[in-house]
Structures are given as structure tokens and as C-alpha cells.
């Protein structure tokens, strides 16, 4: 018998719902991203979407050797893992300042740098810095589109990048500059859009230039826009979405040739009426802040999600008939990355056969400090 790439042979005792993540696939996905980029010193992966040590590791594996992340969980995991240059995308506030002092303490062998926005953030790290005696390298989060975080590149930008940069106990890295908003399917669109944003930023490092500040490096874009910004000089960039995959991203962007990697388990638990069935992947087994559908089938056609609440998946069919209570179902979830910390770990298999497990290690916001 010849089974499809996502089957598991013998599944009996796989407990549903779970999330499957393919190794080799993932691999392959390295490769591509790494072929895309042109240079893969270029590359500064983020990890939000996994979180998993051993997807960490394969990427180090294949020569890449600095990353981003979202919490300070996932700094840690990264420096656990032996990486060398660690950026925490997220400006720090509150207690997280104090939490990130003492990765840079607990951690020596690891580089550790964070984003910016705010003078007063700045005015803290900068106590912060000369308190524990380290020099903290920081990077200026640019709002060039996004309004998400970030200080428009306009005055104020430049004024803020002056007062890191005049610190004793501060270096002024660069720019950080993400570009979620950029969702153009055609590829032309897209680097259209990305270019104009852009544009705003290269205006910015000019003026910066101008006044004899030194500009390292600039982090720029996403999944969507990397394959854009790595053409750029003195850019690194981000995928992360491009680890696993998913169905939102590979139904948007057909020149992304990423394969999916991660792959939901359920079993069909109900047939409530002769056009309805039910399956075990509810809200707490994969990502639901989109609209329907929530996930794409593959193994199940002619279906229809119309419902779902923790621990339901409603489906409507032709006719329920067709299936029987137990049946399995294989399935991407729309967006991956907020389905992953639902689990405490993943499934890996390779040749249809389960091998394993990788832990989330941090799914969770804190793992020791």
C-alpha cells in the first residue's frame, strides 16, 4: 500500500487531536529560505512560529547562526541552544527589562540585543546597562506601514537614534524595520508596495548618515517580504513562517516554494444529522481567530466548517454516511504559528512513521527566568 506524504502507518495509538511536524520537510524549507536570501549571513530567522529546540538546531546545522524572537521564553530557548546573537523583537517593559538583564547575565556566552521606541524605554535600559555594567546594543523599531509598534521615520526617529547612540552604555545597532502589512499575492504588487514602504526607511539611513551615525545593520521584513529585502545592502531578514508553513501563507503566495511541515491529527468523534459531521479540532487544538475555514482537509472533499467551540470541529458533507465515527483526518491549519503552543509537544515523522517527539519548550511565556 502507497501512502500520501502525511499518512502515518499503523495510527492507532496516536491520541487526537495532535500536531504532526515533518523533519525532512522542515529541512527542505531551511534549504529554500537559505536559497532565497542569496547569502545566508543574510538570514535572522524568527522563531515565534515553532518555539522547538530541535527546529533551532537544524537551522545552526546548516550554517545559520543568529535569530529573532517574540518573549523572553524564546530568548532563552535560543541561548539553551547555543546561539550566538540573539535578537528580542519585542520592546521590553516592566519586569521584562529586568528579565532581560539577567539573560545577558545568566547567558555570557550569547549576544544579546532588543528594539526600541520609546525615550523613556531607552532612558530605562540605559540604567539597566549601567547598573549591571554591560553595554546593551539596540535596534530602532521603525512604523514604516505596519502601526503596529515602531516610531515613524521622521524626526523623532533620529532624535531617539542620537540618544542611543550618545550612551556610554548603549550601542545604536540599526534599524528594525517589519512589514506585516504587506500581503500582496502577486509578486510584483508586493514588491512594489515593499519598495515604496521602504523607501521611507532609506530616506531615514541617509539622514542618519548625514549626521555621522554609523548604521550596522537593518532587520528587515517577513515571511511575505524577505525574498524582496534580501536583494537590499546591508540588510538582514526574517522568515519564520517559512519553517512550517501553512495553509494562509501557501494559498497567498504561490512563489514561495516552502512546503508544509506541520500537520493537525483528529478523528471524527460525532454525525449529529445525515449532512453533519464532527471532528475532535476545536479551539484549543488549532489557531481560531480566523474566519472559516480554520484549516484545509487532506483527506476529506466536498466539507464545509461551519462551527466550532473548544473541543468541536462542525463540518458539513454530503452525506455523513460516507464516514464513520473514529475515522482519521489530516489537516493544515490556516495560521500555524499560534496552533503550535496549543501543544506541549509535537509529533515528528518521517516515512509515514511516528519517530518521536519535540518539545514546545516555549510555548509557555516563562521557562527559568
Avoid at 39 to 49: G, V
Avoid at 62 to 91: P, W, Y
Avoid at 214 to 236: L, M, Q, Y
Wanted: charged share 25%; with cysteine; hydrophobic share 35%.
Amino acid at each position: 500500500m502507497r501512502y500520501k506524504w502525511f499518512e502515518i502507518i499503523s495510527p492507532e495509538k496516536v491520541i487526537s487531536p495532535s500536531l504532526l511536524v515533518f523533519p525532512s520537510r522542515v529541512e527542505e524549507n531551511i534549504k529554500t529560505m537559505i536559497k532565497i536570501s542569496g547569502d545566508i549571513k543574510k538570514l535572522r530567522p524568527h522563531i515565534k512560529t515553532y518555539k522547538i529546540k530541535e527546529i533551532i538546531q537544524l537551522q545552526i546545522d546548516h550554517g545559520i547562526n543568529k535569530f529573532k524572537c517574540a518573549t523572553i521564553a524564546e530568548a532563552e530557548l535560543l541561548a539553551m541552544s547555543r546561539v550566538k546573537d540573539i535578537l528580542l523583537a519585542i520592546q521590553p517593559v516592566g519586569t521584562n527589562i529586568d528579565r532581560f538583564f539577567n539573560l545577558i547575565k545568566k547567558y555570557p556566552e550569547s549576544k544579546f540585543s532588543t528594539i526600541v521606541d520609546s525615550e523613556g524605554i531607552i532612558d530605562q535600559i540605559d540604567r539597566n546597562a549601567s547598573k549591571n555594567k554591560v553595554i546593551t546594543p539596540l535596534f530602532l523599531d521603525i512604523n514604516n506601514g505596519m502601526n503596529r509598534t515602531g516610531v515613524l521615520p521622521d524626526e523623532k526617529a533620529i532624535d531617539l537614534y542620537v540618544k542611543i547612540s550618545e550612551s556610554k552604555n548603549l550601542i545604536a545597532n540599526g534599524l528594525h524595520v517589519y512589514d506585516g502589512h504587506i500581503r500582496e499575492s502577486n509578486f510584483n504588487l508586493r514588491k512594489r508596495e515593499c519598495d515604496k514602504d521602504f523607501n521611507k526607511v532609506e530616506k531615514l539611513i541617509k539622514n542618519l548618515k548625514n549626521l555621522n551615525l554609523d548604521i550596522k545593520t537593518v532587520i528587515a521584513g517577513g515571511t511575505p517580504t524577505f525574498p524582496i529585502h534580501s536583494k537590499r545592502k546591508n540588510i538582514e531578514v526574517s522568515p519564520g513562517t517559512s519553517l512550517l508553513w501553512d495553509e494562509r501563507y501557501g494559498s497567498m503566495f504561490k512563489d514561495l516554494k516552502f512546503l508544509p511541515a506541520a500537520v493537525l491529527f483528529g478523528r471524527l468523534i460525532s454525525k449529529p444529522k445525515n449532512n453533519l459531521i464532527c471532528f475532535n479540532l476545536g479551539h484549543k487544538s488549532v489557531a481560531a481567530e480566523m474566519n472559516f475555514p480554520r484549516l484545509k482537509f487532506l483527506n476529506y472533499s466536498e466539507t464545509n466548517q461551519i462551527g466550532q467551540s473548544e473541543e468541536h470541529l462542525v463540518v458539513e458533507c454530503l452525506d455523513s454516511s460516507k464516514y464513520n465515527i473514529g475515522d482519521i483526518c489530516y489537516a493544515i491549519p490556516q495560521h500555524v504559528c499560534p496552533t503550535v503552543p496549543k501543544y506541549n509537544d509535537v509529533i515528528t515523522v518521517e516515512n509515514n512513521k511516528v519517530k518521536g517527539n519535540w518539545k514546545v519548550i516555549a510555548r509557555d511565556y516563562k521557562i527559568n527566568i
